[in-house]
Antibody
């Protein structure tokens, strides 16, 4: 079955960096675009970034553009999120999610369990 | 960017009730609209995609409708396991694929 497992979260000081990983199994990772979505404590869902199946295309939310970098290693079935210049407002649970598409209709059909990032001095 | 709103922000209902949640987009998004359910401490789960298509494995008491800029999620007979927060999400054209602010459904 499809499994997505995030790791790399923790407590980090403002201005520092952190790299999240999302290990995928149970499907052909190299054929799916993958997303990061975050959720601040007690708040709603915020889309963060997406990378195409081959790494050729990537998009970011304005709130993280220029500070976060999404990447993937299809040989390791792993998605990454490099987070630099972290701010208190980046504190959230970070989920990776698989993009499924039926024609032009996109949905996030599988999600990981999330990893908590806390930015605090 | 496309902005999403949901109403109500919360509601109280009883088991067996019919529940309707509305989602509005700041511009027309055709039928590029998904609905997710999230329970506390868990990842979201997709219920409806393309505005009205039921995700595999989701009970038929969930249904979606709408197109353009106004959409509805309906739960025909609320079950105990349905108490959760529901989010809409637009996936029109290119990212960002924004979510609505959520609607919390709790027990009356």
């Amino acid at each position: 079955q499809v499994q997505l497992v995030e790791s790399g979260g923790g407590v980090v000081q403002p201005g520092r960096s952190l790299r999240l990983s999302c290990a995928a199994s149970g499907f052909t990772f190299s054929t799916y675009a993958m997303h990061w979505v975050r959720q601040a404590p007690g708040k709603g869902l915020e889309w963060v970034a997406v990378m195409s199946y081959d790494g050729g295309n990537k998009y970011y939310a304005d709130s993280v553009k220029g500070r976060f970098t999404i990447s993937r290693d299809n040989s390791k079935n792993t998605l990454y999120l490099q987070m630099d210049s972290l701010r208190a407002e980046d504190t959230a649970v970070y989920y990776c999610a698989r993009r499924e598409a039926v024609g032009p209709n996109v949905r996030f059909d599988n999600w990981g369990q999330g990893t908590l990032v806390t930015v605090s001095s | 960017d496309i902005q999403m709103t949901q109403s109500p922000s919360s509601l109280s209902a009883s088991v067996g009730d019919r529940v309707t949640i509305t989602c509005r987009a700041s511009q027309s998004i055709s039928s590029y609209l998904n609905w997710y359910q999230q329970k506390p401490g868990k990842a979201p789960k997709v219920l409806i995609y393309a505005a009205s298509s039921l995700q595999s494995g989701v009970p038929s008491r969930f249904s979606g409708s709408g197109s353009g800029s106004e959409f509805t999620l309906t739960i025909t007979s609320l079950q105990p396991e349905d108490f959760a927060t529901y989010y809409c999400q637009q996936t029109y054209m290119t990212p960002p694929f924004t979510f609505g602010p959520g609607t919390k459904v709790d027990i009356k």
